[in-house]
């Protein structure tokens, strides 16, 4: 034991340098303990909070009950006190077990609020609304935190855990409080409008973006309140819900109050008045439609199929807009969502009217004809579920000369190809209600059917023979290049050799021309006579192909060059 200590006591004695200097390189254990983070992978954040503004003086006193305080201006006073008792911010987040003796007097406060204002009548007076409307702005306007799907990634309710908020054992009951406080008999909008404005209602829409679904329950009930509260807000509450839809539309895609917000509007569009304005229908083509083409619409369709039914519900001239709209959006490589337009189209063909359906119903069963040929079989089930619907049925029977041609294909074709047997069972039923519809005109079908089969093989059979054609030409024609080549081949060696003998005697008649040339300028020079140098020089040149351009410098350079090649004497 002595020496184990003394051993301690000696290593521990060492300076900081001393360790570094003694110490040597790190072990493989030492890297395996160190944890290292791929870049890709987020922290868990789902008990992250959003950012308050914590009070400095968070030390409450507990005030007296109301129900003990006396009638009148006593009772109001109590309330008011309460009241900025409860706009005390404490926090959550980075400390929780802080403060908890006067988070506890904060809680029950609120409880104390809300029971009040529930059971009691007569204690909503003027002086009440400015500080309960401050009180629920302290406590719930703010700083949201980041996102947890910045990319806009599709949220599964199913596997993803919710982010939920810290502070909400304070921000539950405050919701509460003011949903009481709204519901009231002794509410009165013309008193609280003075503090419940547009700002006030722009600072509520924010916090739909919130990732916690308590809140956003909450917050949806809250603004469903206020709409039908205060009149002059309305056009207001839809313009603001409008841009935050055209926000994710045209710039995010991505919000976690669509849903909420839809819901919102569901019960406004069930109250429109009739005939609808124009507002409302551009509503229904720049917004509601346009929301079909989001990534993440899973986590709000029954939501926005339910608006868009209760449209059609309202004017059904609206129907033929709608599905041009649905068609336009329709998906082409994500078959969960193509299921998702299936439920809708089915939702839409229940409530449609029989004139409108004559007007969309070649385009709309082309597209039930490619999803029936979908290899996906949940989509051709879901298209083939249509067939059990006796209002649907009613319709096709009533335009069955326009329907079963476009159908015929895409059920004869899958009845025997596709790979699934649910499917071929379910196709057989369509066929047999087509046949029972009209026999005559199966029959046609059934025979057009067989003549356009037996020209698509005819067609098939010409292509192939074209191109065994083409390629039985291809070989012959390879063959003759093959030959020509070697014609060539033989051809351009004696070509080649007489090219060169031309080329030795060329040089050597122009070498002698040349000297002639110079012996010639030489003479003249001599005997004083001038000729232009390109005529003194000129060589025949009968025998060349092409005439180039002369550059007398340096035909004056070959020529003093070859004369002291011919004469080196000189």
Known sequence: MP?????????????????????????????NKVKITPLGKKKDNKNHSSRFRISQDRELQRLPALRDAGSGVEREELFIQKLNQCCTIFDFAVDPLSDLKWKEIKRAALNELVDFVTHQRGVITEAIYPEAVKMFSRNLFRTLPPPTNPHGAEYDPEEDEPTLEAAWPHLQLVYEFFLRFLESPDFTPSTAKRSIDQQFVLQLLELFDSEDPRERD??????????????????????Q??????????????????????????????????????????FLQRVLLPLHKVKAMSVYHPQLAYCVVQFLEKDSALTEIVIKGLLKFWPKTHSPKEVMFLNELEEILDVIEPQEFKKIMKPLFQQLARCVSSPHFQVAERALYFWNNDYIMTLISDNADVILPIMFGALYKNSK???NKTIHGLIYNALKLFMEMNQRLFDECTQQYKNERQKEKQKAKEREEAWATLEDQALINAEKIKQLNAKNLLTT???????????????EVDSN????????????????????????????????????PVDFETRRALMQHNQHKVDPST
Request: glycine content about 8%; hydrophobic content about 30%; aromatic content about 6%.
């Open 3 to 31: 020496k184990n200590s003394s051993k301690k006591d000696k290593s521990g004695g060492k300076k900081d340098g001393d360790d570094k200097k003694n110490s040597g390189p790190p072990t493989a254990a030492l890297f």
């Open 218 to 239: 909450l917050l949806k009930t809250t603004l469903h309140r206020i709409y039908g509260k205060f009149l002059s807000l309305r056009a207001y509450i839809r313009k």
């Open 241 to 282: 819900i409008n841009n935050i839809f055209y926000q994710v539309l045209y710039e995010s895609e991505r919000h976690n109050g669509i849903a909420e917000l839809l819901e919102i509007l569901g019960s406004i569009i069930n109250g429109f008045a009739l005939p609808l304005k124009e507002e409302h229908k551009i």
């Open 417 to 419: 190809s596709h790979w």
């Open 493 to 507: 060696g004696g070509v080649h050799n007489n090219l060169a003998t031309d080329s030795a005697n060329d040089d």
């Open 513 to 548: 021309d040349l000297l002639e040339n110079i012996n010639k300028v030489k003479e003249k020079v001599e005997h004083g006579e001038s000729e232009p140098v390109d005529q003194a020089v000129q060589r025949d040149l009968t025998r060349r192909k092409s005439f180039l």
